[in-house]
Nanobody
Framework: QVQLVESGGGLVQAGGSLRLSCAASGRMLSGYFMGWFRQAPGKEREFVAAISRRGAMTRYADSVKGRFTISRDNAKNTVYLQMNSLKPEDTAVYYC???????????????????WGQGAQVTVSS
């Protein structure tokens, strides 16, 4: 099991930027596919972005494609989500998650992920 802690959330105006970090402990992150999900009030948790173990492959939800970038630094045991051109509809709690299972491509399915962080609030004002 890997422990995950998100940071970098906050309040930002529409059009602004934030960078979320997800720091891992307990295991080396290089053994995991990593994903970011988000959950807005009253809505189900949804996929945002995912990245392969060495960062060669990424996947994005259509709603964030071109605005968000997922990356990782395995030497620092950390995964990042750079969020640009933020919109009010991006307001949510953002969670990072780790998938230890062998795959060809990073999963966009919530239930494929084994370990989760506690979440970071992102609020975008209009």
């Amino acid at each position: 099991q890997v422990q995950l802690v998100e940071s970098g959330g906050g309040l930002v105006q529409a059009g602004g930027s934030l960078r979320l970090s997800c720091a891992a402990s307990g295991r080396m992150l290089s053994g995991y596919f990593m994903g970011w999900f988000r959950q807005a009030p009253g809505k189900e948790r949804e996929f945002v972005a995912a990245i392969s173990r060495r960062g060669a492959m990424t996947r994005y939800a259509d709603s964030v494609k071109g605005r968000f970038t997922i990356s990782r630094d395995n030497a620092k045991n950390t995964v990042y989500l750079q969020m640009n051109s933020l919109k009010p509809e991006d307001t949510a709690v953002y969670y990072c998650a780790a998938d230890s299972n062998a795959k060809v491509v990073p999963s966009i399915t919530l239930h494929d992920y084994d370990d989760w962080g506690q979440g970071a609030q992102v609020t975008v004002s209009s």
